[in-house]
């Protein structure tokens, strides 16, 4: 089974820190929500943000150079679907449909995989094998669920108050009593 997947962040990394792309899920599931960190290499995280913002003035990427031989072979980018995960190790497929119409899977790292994907407005998926094995809690989504459920709490609490809640009389010792 396929699930959609949006691009939640692009971590462009230098030195001993790794870059990394954070995909989640397009329709979150708002009990357990759900991250797919995937390592990727620095230059594949600037050629995949580069594609998320396009700087029009910019020569042509290797990215944007298969997405103008797709077109010009009359094909285009279906979609990318991440397809497995062994260890660390993630792997990806290009869906493409050619001139007469034929779907042609092409196998690809995932970074080049959604370099091209964001350059040619193609949807990503993945298995939901590789969620089930490589995903992660949303931590963010989690703090945020934390924190709306306090407020709700809150403003429970607030609205369950009675003016006698705060009527506060001297019992003759000096001592406030209710």
């Known amino acids: 089974m396929l699930v959609e997947m949006d691009i939640k962040t692009v971590v462009i990394g230098g030195g001993p820190v790794s870059s990394l792309i954070v995909l989640m899920p397009a329709k979150q599931d708002e009990k357990e929500p759900l991250s797919l960190p995937i390592r990727i290499g620095s230059v594949e995280a600037t050629a995949i943000s580069m594609g998320v913002n396009p700087d029009s003035s910019a020569r ?13 072979l009359g094909g285009h980018l279906r979609s990318v679907i991440i397809s497995d995960v062994s260890g660390t190790t993630f ?6 449909v050619n001139e007469e119409g034929r779907q042609i899977l092409v196998d690809c790292r ?9 350059r040619c407005g193609a949807p990503l998926f993945a298995e939901q094998a590789v969620l089930d094995v490589a995903a992660m809690p949303d931590f963010g989504a989690i703090e945020d669920q934390e924190h709306d459920q306090e407020m709700k709490d809150f403003h429970d609490f607030v609205e369950g108050l009675s003016p006698d809640d705060f009527n506060v009389t001297d019992g003759g010792d000096g001592a406030p009593q209710k």
């Open 110 to 118: 995932p970074s080049d995989a959604i370099a091209l994907a964001v």
């Open 60 to 72: 042509p990427m290797t990215h944007d150079l298969l997405k103008s031989v797709l077109e010009s």
């Open 91 to 96: 792997f990806a497929q290009l869906d493409i």
